[in-house]
């Protein structure tokens, strides 16, 4: 079964960064297509982000683009979710998933498409 922990959540000033870690278990990580979503209070989750699984691909929601990247450590088993010039309204519980793609390169902003998810980390940014 694969398990998907992430970490590297906070408190943080409008303006600032930080880095979102998750580290995979018990599956065949360098295989996976990872993906990143959040979810604000009182809103559906959206998606953020995902990597295809050779870390050659991303693809990006309009309001992650040009702010937030999205990398990956196969050797490490770990995604990241670097989030720079943060803004309140990126305030969310972000999430990582895994797609059992089998080293497909296509990527996809679609939740169900996905079979793996971790249980998130809080963000909150400050104005």
């Known amino acids: 079964q694969v398990q998907l922990v992430e970490s590297g959540g906070g408190l943080v000033q409008a303006g600032g960064s930080l880095r979102l870690s998750c580290a995979a278990s018990g599956g065949t990580f360098s295989s996976y297509t990872m993906g990143w979503f959040r979810q604000a209070p009182g809103k559906e989750r959206e998606f953020v982000g995902a990597i295809s699984w050779s870390g050659t691909g991303t693809y990006y929601s309009n309001s992650a683009k040009g702010r937030f990247t999205i990398s990956r450590d196969n050797a490490a088993n770990t995604v990241y979710l670097q989030l720079n010039t943060l803004k309140p309204e990126d305030t969310a519980v972000y999430y990582c998933?895994?797609?059992?793609?089998?080293?497909?390169?296509?990527?996809?902003?679609?939740?169900?498409?996905?079979?793996?998810w971790g249980k998130g980390t809080q963000v909150t940014v400050s104005s």
């Open positions: 998933a895994a797609e059992d793609s089998n080293y497909s390169s296509t990527l996809t902003g679609a939740e169900y498409e996905y079979d793996y």
